[in-house]
């Protein structure tokens, strides 16, 4: 069975700085999909940035990018020039590529604060 | 155009009681997934309906059940409630089932509360 973990539980940044946040994951399967979610107090999950496995270039959007090293098996999520509005909790997720029931599978979270 | 729309916001049961939880997905789309979000964990997926159809299944007991409507709308059934089955229900939406560009769309979820 496939695992996620996020090792950290919460991570401080500072406004207009950069922050990492850490996930690995354990699968047997080589084709496989990543997510980084993020979720706000207003509970709405929101997407941020997706990586296909078999693509070896790193996503990225906007201030958002990944660092995907598929033979260590992790996807750690980088905030560039952190604002206010980056605050929430963060989810790393995956899901099988032949998985028909498009089952998302989530880590713990990390709850990112970002300071003034 | 509307997002993935879920009723109701809040609900307090007690236990033993049943409860039905409700989401309607973005237009066009017709696959509907249900998560449960435990204070303080990831949610954990409960089960994907598409074209009517239960396509997928978590590790959740046969208390919980579900179906999807013509309109593609959804309800989460949950029996005999549990303490345990105190947590926010988050629903997704997506266009289909297998391709890789349909992203899933969450609702804003349904906090439940079991006392």
Known sequence: AQTVTQSQPE???????TVTLSCTYDTSESDYYLF???????????L????????????TENRFSVNFQKAAKSFSL???????GDAAMYFCAYRSADNQGGKLIFGQGTELSVKP | DAGVTQSPTHLIKTRGQHV???CSPISGHKSVSWY?????????????????????RGNFPDRFSA???PNYSSELNVNALLLGDSALYLCASSLAQLLWGNEQFFGPGTRLTVL
């Open chain 1, 11 to 17: 991570m401080s940044v500072q406004e207009a700085e």
């Open chain 1, 78 to 84: 980088k905030i560039s020039d952190s604002q206010l």
């Open chain 2, 20 to 22: 039905t939880l409700r």
């Open chain 1, 48 to 59: 941020v940035i997706r990586q296909e496995a078999y693509k070896q270039q790193n996503a």
């Open chain 2, 36 to 56: 449960q979000q435990v204070l303080g964990q990831g949610p954990q997926f409960i089960f994907q309906y598409y074209e009517k159809e239960e396509r997928g």
């Open chain 1, 36 to 46: 980084w979610y993020k979720q706000p107090p207003s509970r709405q999950m929101i």
């Open chain 2, 67 to 69: 179906r999807q409507f």
